[in-house]
């Protein structure tokens, strides 16, 4: 007898008998896992992060969605979720590229590209504290190795769009144009509000909804098999 599993081409073979079947099945299915200490890591930093992030720099700091892909990462890790996972992917990959090379240009050439890391630098603030915020560095490298181990799932856009929508909205009612959370209040671009709040946050999620996730959901779905089906 043999078989052949469509849903993950990297591990698409041919049994002959059915142990070796029941070995590949068994085998398929322990990779589409995490191993057991990245997920109690995942556990170990939000109890060390959220604490720091929330004495220093308060609840409402919760609501940027840099912060909320990083509980929701942890989340998906914890529960092996590819939906969870893939929609911080398509949240994450360019926001937080985008961080690094703004936090490279500071401490390089002392100037911002385009703003959002000057609290790195703010030395009111503690510097082990401030290095918590280096998860941006490890983030689209932690997403992308979790999705080659469990794929993406397609549905991560509509689901990251729902989001944002969501916090987007919560930020404006917490945020203070000197918070600006989510750039509620200003763009991180020309650092001004686009007409009457209620445009600039349609703005603000529109440009996030169709030229941040979009495009990364497309290249995700063309660079990475739809999750297995047990």
Not at 36 to 56: E, F, K, N, S
């Amino acid at each position: 007898m043999f078989a052949y599993f469509p849903n993950n081409a990297r591990l698409s073979v041919f049994c002959y008998d059915a142990v070796g079947c029941s070995k590949m099945a068994s085998s398929t299915s322990h990779l589409s896992s995490f191993p057991t200490w990245i997920r109690w890591t995942a556990l170990a930093w939000l109890l060390v992060w959220i604490p720091a992030y929330w004495h220093t720099w308060g609840a409402a700091n919760f609501l940027h969605l840099c912060d909320v892909a990083v509980m929701l990462t942890c989340l998906g890790l914890w529960s092996n979720s590819p939906l969870l996972l893939s929609s911080q992917a398509v949240s994450s990959l360019l926001i937080d590229t985008a961080w690094v090379f703004d936090a490279a240009a500071r401490f390089l050439t002392g100037r911002h590209l385009i703003g959002g890391t000057e609290y790195l630098f703010d030395s009111s603030f503690p510097l082990w504290v401030r290095l918590l915020s280096l998860f941006h560095v490890v983030m689209p490298f932690l997403l992308l190795w979790a999705l080659h181990r469990v794929g993406y799932d397609r549905r991560g856009w509509v689901v990251q769009s729902a989001i944002a929508i969501t916090v987007i909205g919560l930020a404006r009612l917490a945020a203070t144009p000197k918070t600006n959370i989510n750039f509620v209040y200003a763009d991180p671009f020309f650092h001004r509000s686009w007409g009457p709040w209620p445009l600039h946050v349609i703005a603000v999620l529109a440009f996030l909804v169709f030229l941040v996730y979009l495009p990364t959901h497309l290249l995700l779905s063309r660079s990475f098999l739809s999750p297995r089906q047990d």
